[in-house]
């Protein structure tokens, strides 16, 4: 029986259970703990792909060969892809944060299913392993890209079964983690949290966790068409056998653009739990916010198509698409204006996590807003495959998605840790980051206007001058990075020790110590009120 | 800017210049106001000068109004680029027809009385209608300045179209990535004047009008032509493919049906392998990447490239 006195039970970190060491961890069920595996596997691929990263960009200062050969440059994009997307965005902020806070800001002991979550900790990385090695296993090392296209990637290769197998158990991962999610939104929330009562950050998840489980599955059904095809010879994909390359580009955009939403969607909760936070002021509409995560979860799931207003679709598929494009990008634009809005009369506490949610507000618009370019048809079919997608979608995904997670990680990281980070060096940090993001990406918006292609190894010389500027960003924007994830490392063994509630934060993670304990609260809190109630 | 000259090459130059000056006008402008509006509030509603916040739910009118007027933009938005596309689905009846053939990686643009080409050359101010081939995998036929860009997919009738309004040489990208030398899958489209046109439609039935008389030149023009050098270099560099440096004559280990072979390179091997590649792979490169010239190269063709290849012999 663990003592009634909240002072006397140990925190997660310092808990002893029936594993020591390194197996305490790997075969913990505490979801704070499985945060934390996800946290530091995430981490680590992260840094792998944006090395491959700033590789590629060393390629591209000149025309001609510069450090690396064609073949080993369709290696690095391909391996970027696959990482940043399958290992490290998709998982990213619910398995990370999702994990660790969403009992406790609905006021739980844990998830749902807890065993269930490590074995989805266990799926990813055996997804992410699989992935891997079949790409080093094949006849040469992969240059499909991350979207395996057909009939190429049936060419190249032998690979393709194990590595949309890797996207299978990945698959799983995802689904189970959504499924998670779902029911401990369900059942464990605390007496008296109604459902317009609990905080966006488990709303988003709860939207996120639908999308998870609705959307994962058709990797499956992909699976089992490729492997029909491969080893009984039926033609799905492969013209060759009858097939047509087509329906393969369908079904995976199918998964892939709603995917787009399993990233996005978590980090627009992570930045409403912020902004309230800095204002010390309750969101501005939180039922339109609430409203608008369900509509981009629901609308998300038609639109793929924009991926393939070239491909040769019909005409009314194609413009259905495009005005479907057009009305999801509505519930995202309420999203901001709530947000701005939520700053207007407010009082406002400008640490490091504002600062990123104020550059998440400003690169989030700039993807948002190319996005539409790339949505109308007449523009997108001079744009689609040129570096204006590139610079789009990392505006999104790593602009989106990526400083929302920094935001969270400078958010919460007191909560997790126990420990207070050096605010100045994590400023100095993110300034440096921002600068070298928007001239890295900001110069492939023009290279993509004028015509540069992407997955360009080498390229003519008229593009030669945005491409040196995008590389030095990169340099400037790699240097940031540094800054930060040493900065946050270096503060666990040099920061001050957190408070509980750091920030005058009102959700319900903020009302327990820092580190939490083991069962996070002693007595489940009974709520009354809203979620950012400052009065 | 945007554009590499700033000319108006094609017939959807304009409708896509409107709807992207207006989509992104528009965007800019919001961007710019609502950065400002957030920016201002960071620094009025500074804890420093604005110790106590004023809690406020929200606006219900407010949110009505923000929600529609960004659905009536985005309508319009969506009209602009709609009716910019519209025309692309709709080829005149009198187009000229040309028909491309895509491969990894060169492309080549056959007329109809014939005539082959590596470059496009299109006459001013006549609708050209491209069918588009692909031998082997999915490309993409790009011409920047003309706004124009449609994916090859092998197995599938496609054709794009377009009225070249200005004179002048513009590039061609490949824009659908298709494997090693993807980046390297380029051409010209050549605009010329109507007359200049007429004269170099009429001026040759053969594939290729080549200048000069020395040996083998001829069979250069014509593997020019069909792009082989993409893949196999004259001056015994090693791409995806083997050199023809010294090749004419030589032995050289295939694979065949899973069994080593040694072969002599004679007339019959060469055009075995032009027309059937697949069938001898040389021991160390890939198979299943070249596809068969069957449809573009005649036997005289194929005896004029070893005339060629004979040039590439040590004296």
Known sequence: MITQNSNEEPSYLDYKGKYKGIFGWILSTDHKRIGLLYLFSIMSFFVIGATIGLLMKFELIAPGKTIITAQTYNAFFTLHGIIMIFAVVIPGLPAVFGNFLLPIMIGAKDVAFPRLNLLSWYFYVTGVTLVLISQFTGQGPPDTGWTFYAPYSFRTTGNMLPAVFGAFVLGFSSILTGLNFLVTIHRLRAPGMTWLKMPLFPWTLYATGWVQLLATPIIGITLLMIAAERVLHIGFFDPTLGGDPLLYQHLFWTYSHPAVYIMILPAMGAISEIIPTFCHKTIFGYNFIVASSIAIAFVGYFIWGHHMFTSGMSGTALYTFSLLTFIVAIPSAIKVFNWISTMHKASIDLQTPFYWAVGFLFVFMIGGFSGLVLGSLATDIHLHNTHFVVAHFHFIVFGGTGYAFFGAMHYWYPKITGKMYDSRWANIGLIIFFTGFITLYGAMFFLGMKGMPRRYYDYDEIFHTGNIISSLGAMVMYFGLAVIIINLVASLKNGRKAPSDPWGGKTLEWTIPSPPPVENFNEIPVITKGPYNYK | ?315
């Open chain 2, 1 to 315: 800017m945007y554009s590499t000259t700033g000319i108006e090459a094609s017939n959807y130059v304009s409708t896509y210049n409107t709807a992207f000056y207006f989509i992104a006008g528009v965007s800019l402008l919001l961007l710019f106001g609502l950065t400002i509006a957030m920016l201002y509030f960071v620094f009025r509603y500074n804890k420093k000068r604005n110790p106590v916040a004023t809690q406020i739910e929200g606006n219900t009118i407010l949110e009505i109004t923000w929600t529609i007027i960004p659905v009536l933009l985005a309508l319009f938005m969506f009209h602009l680029g709609w009716a910019g596309w519209k025309p692309t689905t709709k080829p005149p009846k009198d187009a000229m027809n040309i028909t491309v053939i895509a491969r990894m990686w060169s492309f080549l643009f056959v007329y109809e009385n014939g005539k082959q080409s590596p470059d496009l050359i299109v006459p001013l101010n006549t609708p050209v209608k491209v069918n588009l081939v692909s031998l082997d995998v999915i490309h993409s036929l790009f011409i920047p300045e003309f706004r124009i860009k449609s994916d090859i997919v092998p197995g599938r009738q496609k054709f794009m179209w377009f009225m070249p309004e200005m004179e002048g040489k513009y590039k061609i990208f490949c824009a659908e990535y298709c494997g090693l030398q993807h980046s390297y899958m380029h051409s010209t489209v050549n605009v010329m004047s109507q007359e200049k046109f007429k004269v170099w439609f009429a001026e040759s039935a053969k594939p290729i009008a080549v200048a000069g008389n020395a040996p083998g030149a001829v069979g250069e023009a014509i593997m020019r032509a069909q792009g082989c050098f993409a893949c196999h270099t004259p001056d015994g560099t090693k791409l995806i493919g083997p050199s023809y440096l010294n090749l004419f004559g030589s032995q050289q280990v295939v694979i065949r049906d899973s069994k080593e072979v040694t072969v002599t390179v004679d007339p019959e091997y060469v055009k075995r392998s032009i027309l059937d590649p697949n069938a001898d792979i040389t021991k160390g490169f890939p198979s299943n990447l070249m596809q068969s010239y069957r449809s573009t190269l005649s036997d005289d063709d194929i005896l004029k490239i070893i005339e060629y290849l004979k040039t590439l012999n040590d004296k």
